[in-house]
């Protein structure tokens, strides 16, 4: 692959997504991290605009359905993965760049980059993607703090390799996002009254049960309207014309407790994201070797090494009962 310099791996984090898109200048958009995949949670997020699926990649998994490479590119923004490490951000600015939603605010970097290349073929976008300094400086402030440095040429042939892919609906059919691929996947139309998200599922669900039974390293992640805004919106509407909600005095105001309450909280959770990027970016190596000077002094060093040992190698022969 071709490089346009050094991009981080980035976590599999709703806060980091979050973040991620701030930096990137967007607005009115942020990224939940989904649980289970069933319509309750989908109704409490809604408006989805977009899925972000992680997963072990498998060198023969193998597209289900052809991808498009005619003219739909010229509507479709689907941007060829030309640098390594980047699949996260890939995943996140190609749902972006094909949403078309009164919410989002894409903002002068991401708009700049879609009207300039949007007449690209994919392999030339990706390298536009990968070579505009603010996405990848964006990118880059989301890596964690490095203790040690690892010679990448020593690696294990057997380490497992991870990616991102995004699901989104696009003029009534669906589509995967696979910067690994030459295109767009086609998952085929969404009806008219149907809900994307019904067609989504269980493309999703039948990818997971291609694996051996017992592996979890998967997430879903969903991107939609920023929470605080959306709720804000309803106390507003409800306060503007309350008498055709058909509801009494009462209950209005205790919706309004309800949605100020729900405001609350996302400002706690985006105050949490903050603290915990700060710590992801801390360097804990001073305090790490203090403290094993510490504890070499009080002679608990050792004692604490041997009980660490004991309790790995007894974790490893119940592995291998199992």
Not at 4 to 20: K, R, Y
Not at 189 to 199: E, G, K, M, N, R
Not at 222 to 228: C, E, F, G, M
Request: hydrophobic residues 40%.
């Amino acid at each position: 692959m071709e490089s346009a310099g050094d991009w981080c791996l980035i976590e599999s984090d709703p806060g980091v997504f979050t973040q991620l898109i701030k930096k990137f200048g967007v607005k009115g958009v942020q990224v939940e991290e989904i649980w289970k995949i069933d319509d309750e949670i989908f109704d409490n997020l809604r408006p989805v605009h977009g899925l972000i699926f992680l997963f072990k990649y498998l060198q023969q998994d193998e597209p289900p359905l052809p991808v498009v490479k005619d003219k739909l590119l010229e509507k479709i923004y689907f941007a060829k993965q030309v640098i390594n490490n980047a699949c996260a951000t890939q995943a996140v600015i190609s749902l972006l760049l094909n949403c078309n939603h009164p919410d989002i605010d894409l903002g002068p970097e991401l708009t700049k980059l879609k009207e300039f290349s949007m007449s690209f073929d994919p392999k030339m976008r990706g390298l536009t993607l990968s070579n505009s300094q603010t996405i990848r400086s964006a990118h880059n402030s989301m890596s964690q703090q490095t203790i040690f440095e690892f010679d990448p040429k020593v690696a294990s042939k057997d380490e497992d390799a991870y990616h991102f892919v995004g699901y989104i609906p696009i003029d009534g059919r669906l589509y995967e996002l696979d910067g690994l691929r030459d295109g767009p996947i086609d998952h085929g139309p969404i009806a008219p009254q149907q809900d994307w998200l019904d067609v989504v599922r269980p493309i999703i669900m039948k990818r997971i049960n291609v694996y051996t039974e017992g592996e979890i390293h998967f997430n879903l992640m969903a991107l939609v309207s920023d929470r605080k805004m959306v709720y804000e919106r309803q106390i507003a509407d409800m306060l503007k014309d309350p008498q055709s909600l058909g509801m009494d005095a009462t209950e209005i105001d205790l919706e309004v407790r309800r949605l100020r309450s729900l405001i609350e909280n996302e400002e706690v959770k985006m105050q949490r994201y903050q603290k915990e990027m700060a710590r992801r970016r801390h360097n804990y190596l001073p305090f790490i070797v203090t403290l094993l000077k510490i504890l070499a002094e009080e002679k608990k060093l050792m004692p604490l090494y041997e009980k660490a040992k004991e309790r790995a190698s007894k974790k490893g022969a119940k592995r291998m009962k199992v």
